[in-house]
């Protein structure tokens, strides 16, 4: 089945692209009164102001809300779950991975729970922070499609310089609030993003479509269930609220333990050894033996008393900052899963979201830690930071990852920044600099 997209069409605003950034620039510039925002839609001339009272940053990324398990289990338990196989057959039916354009199911807060589509635009717009788990609310990144559709409850389309981020203007988008087929609540937003063809009059019909026989989906559902015959409650055992753990280490020698639950959260700086021993669980999930622990921790799996004696000092402080992270013994492994920054990174990696990731990068993984275990995880989120962003970055990022201590000697990396470059480009003089200055030092 052919996509829908496949057959583009060029949409021009009602206004020039030039028109609409020089009154972009005056409004940021101050100048509210300016004639040129005549020259702006309404629709978007109000919701940049919106933008600008909410104080948006003009290259802000979107704060990431959700990851990992806590998206799982979001996203399993959200009203829109049972009909994403619907948005998939009618707005990526056939070749998705090659349609041209994204599409993406919001919540009614603007966070965006799944985002599938071409591989290339996703891979992109991943570098905005156009991701799973990011709030593209209008308060978190201004004037976008699902944003401003969530903002005044109506569908409508975005068109490139429109957007009040500059890292969102090489896109077009069209979006659709969803709703409660019966009680009419916000339930959420469709949004097709992507060039010129993603805000044509066929993506306007395509995504209300969808939105309404979302709706319609929803109630049917409803009603069905419904007419089911009623069936005895089932016994339930209560459980413990969860707890959430987090673990800070890029940067930081110390690391910093977070840990929220039953309407608390504590923050506690951790003694290196500790932020060690916590980070080889984190990260070996499955559990560790004495033996092997020692080996990753002090690099002598014969240091078992050692191990054993840092793990009673571990379990004290944990025992009066977080009970729950209390670790189990043969083998040694926490009872709650632990997530770490490094972790989170990896994770944006995988979802192609770069700019995000690097922005997210602050450093090596404890970076005055010896122990073989901490080194040899410390090479692989370097590592894997470094392929990411060579791979797929784009010259901004890559640019930006030269300037880290990480990326700072990296011939190959700033050879590639040059090839990038426009011949113009003034930043080419301080590059050639640095290739010249690391060459003549090797």
């Not at 309404?42 to 998206?71: C, H, K, N, Q, Y």
């Amino acid at each position: 089945m052919s996509s829908p997209w496949s057959q583009r069409r060029e949409v021009s605003p009602e206004t020039s692209r030039l028109l609409i950034e020089r009154a972009h620039e005056e409004l940021l510039a101050g100048n509210a009164a300016d004639e040129r925002l005549a020259d702006v839609r309404a629709l978007v001339r109000e919701s940049w102001r919106r933008s600008i009272a909410s104080l948006v940053g003009a290259e802000a990324l979107p704060p990431l809300e959700l990851d990992g398990d806590s998206l799982a289990e979001y996203r399993r338990s959200h009203p829109l779950v049972g009909v994403i196989d619907m948005v998939r057959g009618l707005l990526l039916p056939g070749g998705a991975d090659e349609s041209g354009v994204i599409v993406a199911v919001g919540d009614e807060a603007g966070r965006l729970l799944w985002v599938e589509g071409d591989r290339r635009v996703r891979s992109l717009t991943g570098d905005m922070g156009f991701v799973e788990g990011a709030n593209w609310s209008e308060d978190a990144v201004g004037t976008s499609a699902p944003g401003t559709a969530l903002a005044l409850d109506a569908s409508l389309q975005i068109h490139g310089a429109e957007h009040f981020n500059r890292l969102v203007q090489p896109w077009s988008c069209t979006a659709a609030p969803v709703h409660d087929p019966e009680t009419r609540k916000l339930l959420g937003v469709i949004d097709v993003t992507g060039g010129a063809e993603a805000a044509s009059p066929q993506a306007q019909l395509l995504v209300d479509a969808t939105a309404r026989a979302i709706e319609g989906e929803l109630l049917v559902a409803r009603l069905r269930a419904r007419a089911q015959p009623a069936r005895a409650p089932r016994r339930t055992t209560r459980t413990a609220t969860a707890t959430r753990a987090a673990l800070s280490v890029l940067g930081r020698d110390r690391g910093q333990l977070e840990v929220a639950g039953d309407g608390t959260e504590t923050v506690s700086a951790l003694a290196p050894r500790h932020a060690e021993l916590l980070l080889m669980l984190a990260v070996h999930r499955q559990g560790l033996s004495a033996e092997r622990l020692a080996e990753l921790v002090y690099g002598d799996p014969s240091a078992t008393v050692t191990v054993r004696a840092e793990m009673v000092r571990l379990r004290k402080v944990l025992e009066r900052t977080a009970p729950a992270l209390v670790p189990e013994s043969r083998p040694y492994r926490l009872g709650i899963e632990l997530e770490t920054d490094a972790h989170r990174l990896l994770s944006l990696l995988d979802r192609g979201a770069h700019r995000v990731a690097l922005a997210a990068y602050r450093g090596d993984v404890l970076p005055d830690s010896v122990a073989p275990g901490v080194e040899d995880f410390r090479t692989t989120v370097r590592t894997a930071l470094r392929e990411a962003l060579l791979a797929e970055a784009s010259v901004d990022v890559l640019l930006a990852f030269s300037e880290t201590d990480a990326a700072a000697d990296d011939l190959e990396l700033l050879r590639l920044c040059l090839s990038m470059l426009p011949a113009r480009s003034p930043k080419r003089a301080g590059l050639v600099a640095r290739v010249e200055k690391l060459e003549a030092d090797s």
